[in-house]
């Protein structure tokens, strides 16, 4: 049995950092690409970051660049998404997933299009960025 469990969020202000993490069981994250989302209430969830399974690569969304850093620890089976100077729009539940055998297009469509289809997903960690 495949489960994703995130934990690290928290409520944060405005220009704090938090430490997002995933761990998976059931599956080897050496054969899968990796992604974070988003989603608020009432609006579409939005991928954030992938990492595909050929390479360490890493992709952003255009509003999360040089803020947010995607990493996963093999040894661990774990993923991670390192966020810093937070703001109140980064405000979501977030979640990770995973895909087997994902590539480059899978990354492209996560950050850049929200046309994408994962494998296995967690059940998400709010993350809240208020004064």
């Known amino acids: 049995q495949v489960q994703l469990v995130e934990s690290g969020g928290a409520v944060v202000q405005p220009g704090g950092s938090l430490r997002l993490s995933c761990e998976v069981s059931?599956?080897?994250?050496?054969?899968?690409?990796i992604g974070w989302f988003r989603q608020v209430p009432g609006k579409k969830r939005e991928g954030v970051s992938c990492?595909?399974?050929?390479?360490?690569?890493?992709w952003y969304r255009d509003s999360v660049k040089g803020r947010f850093i995607i990493s996963r620890d093999m040894s661990k089976n774990t993923i991670y998404l390192q966020m810093k100077s937070l703001q109140p729009e980064d405000t979501g539940r977030y979640y990770c997933?995973?895909?087997?055998?994902?590539?480059?297009?899978?990354?492209?469509?996560?950050?850049?299009?929200?046309?994408?289809?994962?494998?296995?997903w967690g059940q998400g960690t709010q993350v809240t960025v208020s004064s």
């Open positions: 997933a995973t895909k087997l055998s994902g590539g480059w297009p899978l990354c492209i469509a996560t950050t850049q299009s929200d046309e994408y289809e994962y494998d296995y």
């Open positions: 059931g599956v080897s994250l050496g054969e899968y690409a």
């Open positions: 990492m595909p399974s050929s390479d360490s690569s890493t």
